[in-house]
């Protein structure tokens, strides 16, 4: 699928002569902008397509990712469409992102985490 501007989608919700204006986001990759026309008002969300994905190492196999998108849906509270990104610095383990939440069970994680409190002291 094509990838569409934020102009055309507007344009096809019947949007397209508002006026946007940026708001400020969150921690994580969306983008907010409140709409205004005809004196209604509307708040547009845009995140880019696989921008929060699971990361996975490249022998997890199909039953761990069903497994895993499971779980997530549990952390969630709903049913969730997940896509994944193969990462092999993870080193094994995965790293789940719902919204501006990360969930780090990578080893990558655990060893930046052991090598943090080691130097700390």
């Given amino acids: 699928m094509a990838k569409r501007s934020p102009a055309e989608f507007l344009a096809r919700s019947g949007w397209g002569a508002a006026k946007v204006t940026p708001l400020l986001g969150d921690a994580s990759t969306r983008h907010y902008a409140r709409l205004t026309a005809n004196g209604k ?12 994905t699971p990361a996975a190492t490249e022998q997890a196999s199909a039953a761990e990712r069903k497994a895993l998108v499971a779980e997530i849906g549990k952390l969630a509270g709903s049913r969730i469409e997940a896509s994944f990104k193969l990462d092999a610095a993870i080193l094994g383990g995965t790293v789940v992102r719902i919204g501006s939440t990360v969930y780090d069970g990578s080893v990558r ?11 700390a002291g």
């Fill in 109 to 119: 994680g655990r060893l930046d985490r052991l090598k943090e409190a080691l130097m």
């Fill in 41 to 52: 008002h509307a708040l547009l969300m845009d995140q880019p397509q696989n921008a929060e």
